[in-house]
């Protein structure tokens, strides 16, 4: 490889890591935001163990791309070929983890639908209507997406409050205003005038799955090129720790 060449590959490489430890701090921020948003959908499932475990997980893989960009960044500059080889290795086994990781969501989403079901209805089963940080945060999910219970309106029936009532009441944040009109409340309970409640009839779960086919191709999109950007990185520090044929460790600065 000529020397202009290098250096192009070079000055690629560490721009590449710069971009690369910049999507670590986005991945480390998007798991802090859902840990500790108090309307983000993790607040449904703080009663499961895998999920938390998943917010930590990508926090730490936030924190690790960071620490690649760094190394990268240093091994591209100063030409260190144990860095560059420690960051080929690294960048192969996150694809591979992606690609695993992916896989399994796909083969094992009946499952994980399964999952949420029995986590919503508990939550829905405990709703006391006292607007805490979790009836919030579901509140604003059937709200926002124009939804009720998980499956549908009779994942409430199991609902203490609705049940020990006198009067014929259903979530507030249910209701369809196209049906009827009069209550304005977002949280809580409403008073139904007839048996048959002005709520929505979808589930949440038929609305999350049709925003992700609505919006697939976005989401495919961000994960092609999450690829494509992996592969360059390996690409360019494979060539560039070849082309490395002495290494002079007086270039890199000491602490």
Known sequence: MGKG??????????????????LGVVIMGFGLWLLLDN??????????????????ILIGVG?????????????????????????FTCLLLILLAQIAAGALIYFQKDVLNEEMSKIVTKVLDDYPGKNTTTEQAWDFIQR???????????????????????????????QNFSLATGNSSDNGFCEALT???????TGCAASVESWL???????????????????????????????????????????
Request: proline share 3%; aromatic share 12%; glycine share 8%.
């Open 63 to 87: 924190a690790f791309s960071m620490v690649m960009g760094v190394l990268g960044c240093l091994g591209a500059i100063y030409e260190v070929r144990c860095l560059l080889g420690l960051y």
């Open 5 to 22: 060449c290098m250096t192009a590959t070079k000055y690629f490489l560490f721009l590449f890591n710069l971009i690369f430890f910049l």
């Open 213 to 255: 086919l609505t919006n697939i191709g976005v989401i495919l999109g961000v994960c092609l090129g999450v690829a494509v950007i992996e592969l360059l990185g390996m690409i360019l520090s494979i060539c560039l720790c070849r082309s490395i044929r002495t290494e002079d460790y007086t270039k890199v600065p000491k602490y």
């Open 195 to 201: 048996p048959d409640w002005p709520v929505y009839d």
């Open 39 to 56: 309307q983000s959908f993790i607040v449904i499932l703080n009663n499961s163990t895998a999920v938390k475990v998943a917010c930590y």
């Open 144 to 174: 926002t997406m124009a939804c009720c219970g998980w499956n549908g309106r009779m994942d409430w029936s199991g609902n203490m409050v609705i049940i020990n009532s006198s009067q014929l009441i259903f979530p507030c944040s249910c």
